[in-house]
């Protein structure tokens, strides 16, 4: 069974930092794209960034860029978000996404079911 | 700044069929957009439904169909029920980069 699970959210001051973890089981981890995706309660879905399956290359939100970064460690089946100088317009749940990447294709299909982050004085 | 712009609902009635779109700011949707889209309920994670326009996942329910339509991606439900009543997301691609779209809310009535 797949299963992707997060953790590492909690509440933060801003300017402060925070690393999120998603733990995936149940796949060959290594061979998946990996996302993450935010949603402030009440709002819609926000793409924030992705890692390919080796952890070579990422891509980001403009929202977050030089803030975020996507990394992942293949040996532990994991996935990263390591966030800097958090704003308060950065609260919000935060989920990662499984992903497989095909030479014309681009298939969303397992969530984790995601951890909260609240940036607050 | 792309925008992926949804209705912002809709309303069904039980055993209807309805269609929701997908537009993009930069012009017409294509397969080369990836679109994806995704059924949420209050307090719970995305499921994904569609992917790659009109690809189903083995979860998916049959009366679920996305296609190209009109220059916009789009997601119909045929046979509508009740549990059908959620929030729908689309998603597309733009070369390095995904926007979501705002997000429909389906009430079944």
């Known amino acids: 069974e797949v299963q992707l699970v997060e953790s590492g959210g909690g509440l933060v001051q801003p300017g402060g930092s925070l690393r999120l973890s998603c733990a995936a089981s149940g796949f060959t981890f290594s061979s998946y794209w990996m996302h993450w995706v935010r949603q402030v309660p009440g709002k819609g879905l926000v793409w924030v960034a992705r890692?390919?399956?080796?952890?070579?290359?990422?891509t980001y939100a403009d929202s977050v860029k030089g803030r975020f970064t996507i990394s992942r460690d293949n040996a532990k089946n994991t996935v990263f978000l390591h966030m800097n100088s958090l704003r308060v317009d950065d609260t919000a749940v935060y989920y990662c996404?499984?992903?497989?990447?095909?030479?014309?294709?681009?298939?969303?299909?397992?969530w984790g079911q995601g951890t909260l982050v609240s940036v607050s004085s | 700044q792309t925008v992926v712009t949804q209705e912002p609902s809709l309303t069904v009635s039980p055993g209807g069929t309805v269609t929701l779109t997908c537009a993009s700011s930069t012009g017409a949707v294509s397969s080369g957009s990836y679109p994806n889209w995704f059924q949420q309920n209050p307090g719970q994670a995305p499921r994904s439904l569609i992917y790659n326009t009109d690809n189903k996942h083995s979860w998916t329910p049959a009366r679920f169909s996305g296609s190209l339509l009109g220059g916009k991606a789009a997601l119909t439900l045929s046979g509508v029920k009740p549990e059908d009543g959620a929030e729908y997301f689309c998603l597309l691609y733009y070369g390095g980069v995904w926007v979501f779209g705002g997000g429909t809310k389906l009430t079944v009535l």
């Open positions: 996404a499984r992903v497989t990447v095909g030479a014309s294709a681009t298939e969303f299909d397992y």
């Open positions: 890692i390919d399956s080796d952890g070579t290359d990422t």
